[in-house]
């Protein structure tokens, strides 16, 4: 395989503080220079220099408002309020869902109102008012529909229950904590020690620390069975 410096780009992630090093460096592939970019689109998720999801975000809020039209205009040729339901859970929900493992644990919280504001919007359209908070739960209540929050914090939780599974995969989260794991309101997992913010939001300590939540809340993890041996 060989690099083609024309459809290469370079994405250049520096947190140092102060005076930034990394902006006098450059890159040549066969002498010729490769273009630096700010953000990049890596398998659906977008990446930036600055370690944020803010470019994510933007792009999920913009796409799904795009999608809104289309349930207007649905909703003018007389669907009705199921069908719209239908097209809103499966066209516009899913686009601001897409592997929310990734960056739903270290979204702020501008950027969680900002996600769940699409999903207020389509229902104002459904169901023809205006939401307000109350209103909005109230509605989640009847349709039997979760919040977007709440839904990010399912997934995460299936996928760590997945990895707690997955024989091949199971060693990238920590080992059970055997010598506590009797005692009430006790972990399941080692917790994992985290110098950074940034990394206690990241997937895997964000994981971590949900299996760890659920078990000392409920003494057990649904879905997955606890096989350990008495030491």
């Known amino acids: 395989m060989k690099l083609n ?5 370079v994405m250049i992630v520096d947190t140092s503080r102060g005076n930034y090093k990394s902006s006098s460096w450059s890159f040549k592939i ?40 289309f349930l207007k205009n649905l909703r003018s040729f007389g669907l009705s309020q199921q069908e719209l339901l239908l097209y809103y859970k499966s066209s516009v929900r899913s686009t601001i869902e ?18 769940e504001t699409i999903q207020i919007r389509a229902f104002q359209i459904i169901y023809g008012k205006r939401l307000s908070t109350s209103s909005y739960k109230d509605i989640l209540l009847e349709t039997k ?3 977007l929050e709440d ?6 939780l299936n996928f760590g229950i997945k990895l707690l599974k997955n024989k091949k995969f199971r060693t990238i989260l920590p080992e059970f904590a055997h010598n506590n794991i ?20 990241s997937t895997i300590p964000a994981v971590v620390n949900l299996i760890n939540e659920e078990f000392r809340t409920k003494g057990k993890l649904n879905g997955f069975q606890l096989e350990l041996t008495e030491e």
């Not at 410096?5 to 780009?9: C, E, I, R, V, W």
């Not at 897409?98 to 109102?113: F, I, K, N």
């Not at 009797?182 to 939001?201: D, E, T």
Request: glycine letters at 4%; a positive charge; one cysteine or more.
């Open 98 to 115: 897409y592997s929310s493992v990734v960056w739903g644990p270290g979204l702020t919280a501008e950027q969680v109102r900002d996600i």
């Open 30 to 69: 066969d002498n010729q220079p490769i273009t630096t970019c700010q953000s990049v689109k890596l398998l659906g998720i977008q990446l930036n220099n600055t370690l944020t999801w803010d470019d994510q975000v933007a792009k999920m809020t913009t796409k799904g408002s795009l999608r809104l039209r």
């Open 182 to 201: 009797r005692l009430r309101k006790s972990n399941l997992l080692v917790p994992i020690k985290c110098n950074r913010v940034r990394y206690q939001k």
């Open 145 to 147: 529909t979760k919040s």
């Open 5 to 9: 410096a024309a459809k290469t780009t």
């Open 151 to 156: 839904r990010r914090v399912d997934a995460l």
